[in-house]
């Protein structure tokens, strides 16, 4: 008997050093999702995901990363804990603050979209199945093997999903409701994401524009005294020739007077 506590111990010392030591690098975290968004739809049909996350170990070998299942699944519930709690960021801060947070609305949002539709061809048949779908949330804590914790809370939240054991026809209104404010949610947050995307875009047209006119400016300016220098070059020029020309006239006078005044004297 007191050698189980002891091996659940061993568990969870395993999963803390795993997603600590080595380091995660951003692109091994990127594909870590990327595979783990291949894999989602599988994870949301299935109750048991230890599986799962050996099919992601091993395709994470397959890239060059030397990962166990538990790591895996251990980085996974670290990233979504963290993309949770970028809802209440402004989205310049969350891409600043949460690198991943893009590929993480991108599975949700796709996952969102597979329920509605499911929901729309299968109609109200099957609450169950949806509860239990919709169960098998972010952190994948509805397996069998983690301890009887996260067992406990699967149920108490697929209770709360199912409608707290009422009639099915109320269970599946009320999920259609939740669903739909769910999708709600999510385009309100797309539609602000992209209001926000927008408004940074113009604001650098913005400042693409004044800058440009700032440089127009400067190099017209540029050129204007380029050509008062080139003017005042070609007037100081013309004056020296000017001059030049004088002095030779002169010189010419004198020479000529010269010699008419020897040739006087020669006479």
């Known amino acids: 008997m007191e050698g189980h506590p002891h091996h659940h111990h061993q568990i969870s010392v395993n999963i803390d050093t795993g997603d600590r030591f ?19 739809p599988t994870f949301m049909e299935t ?45 310049e801060g969350m891409r600043q603050q949460f690198p991943f947070y893009n590929e993480l609305q991108t599975i949700f949002g796709a996952r969102m979209q597979r329920m509605l539709w499911m929901e729309a061809e299968g109609g109200l048949s099957a609450p169950k199945k949806k509860g239990v779908q919709l169960s098998s949330d972010d952190e994948d804590d509805n397996e069998e093997s983690d301890g009887g914790e996260k067992i406990t809370s699967s149920k108490k939240r697929r209770k709360v999903l199912k409608g707290g054991g009422t009639g099915s026809s109320t269970s599946g209104t009320s999920m259609i409701s939740s669903l739909k404010e769910l999708l709600e949610e999510f385009m309100k947050q797309q539609m602000q994401m992209e209001m926000e995307w927008m408004k940074a875009c113009e604001r650098r047209e913005e400042e693409r524009r004044v800058k440009e006119m700032e440089w127009r400016q400067t190099m017209e300016a ?42 006087r004297e020669e006479m």
């Not at 080595?22 to 989602?40: F, G, H, K, Y």
């Not at 005042?232 to 020309?245: H, L, S």
């Open 47 to 91: 109750k048991r995901n230890k599986l799962l996350w050996e099919v992601i170990a091993t395709k994470m070998k397959e890239k060059g990363y030397n990962r166990s299942a538990e790591q895996c699944k251990c980085k996974w519930k670290n990233l979504v804990t963290r993309y949770k709690g970028c809802e209440t960021m402004e989205p």
């Open 222 to 263: 540029l050129e204007n005294e380029r050509v008062a220098m080139e003017r005042r070059w070609r007037e100081r020029e013309d004056e020296r020739r000017t001059r030049e020309e004088a002095r030779a006239e002169k010189r010419d006078a004198l020479i000529t007077a010269l010699l008419n005044k020897l040739r």
């Open 22 to 40: 080595p380091q995660w690098s951003i692109q091994e975290t990127r594909d870590l999702l990327m595979i783990r968004a291949e894999l989602d």
